[in-house]
């Protein structure tokens, strides 16, 4: 069986409600917390365990949160989500993060193609942005070898550490993404 949702390294699939533990110690490191958005008070198992009921039920078809498993070991290491969907101007952004035990092994080089995949060739969409902090030096080498192109940055755009932050945008359009990675020939 072939599926559109599996890379060499790793799977996407729905996240359950019985994951709230690997994610919410996913979210017990600061630094990752960080580099992703922004580091929040401590969260209960009871509230983690409701924000993963409510990811698994809460879905539609353009906006999500996927989580990232291990081909090898089926191991839960993260995940990619879809956000500020823009059917209209036909742009998407999304995001992904990943616990840093994780981080170098083609994870994510292997998961962001399976989502554009299915952003740019079942949905339509004609963009995809993403925003990274100007100090994220490995994200940003990431949207780089993805493919990705820098578009701008917002000086001063984020506070967090006690100080303000740059966030560089970039993005990719579909015929960008398809150059790069052809859609199956395969009905």
Known sequence: MTSAW????????????????????????????RRGSMIRPPRSAARKREWAEQTALKQDDDTFVLAIETLAAGVLVGTVSTALVDRRAGRFMY???????????????????????????????HKCEAGVWAFNEPSLALQRKLGFTEEGRLRDHEFFAGRHHDVVLFGMTAPEFAARHPFPSEL
């Open 95 to 125: 995001g992904i993060a990943l616990g840093s035990e994780h981080h170098r092994r083609g994870y994510a080089t292997d998961a962001v193609p399976l989502l554009l995949n299915f952003m740019f060739g079942e949905r339509r969409f």
């Open 6 to 33: 599996v890379g060499k390294l790793v799977r996407l699939r729905a996240v359950e409600p019985e994951d709230w533990e690997v994610f919410r110690e996913l979210d017990q490191n600061t630094v990752d917390e």
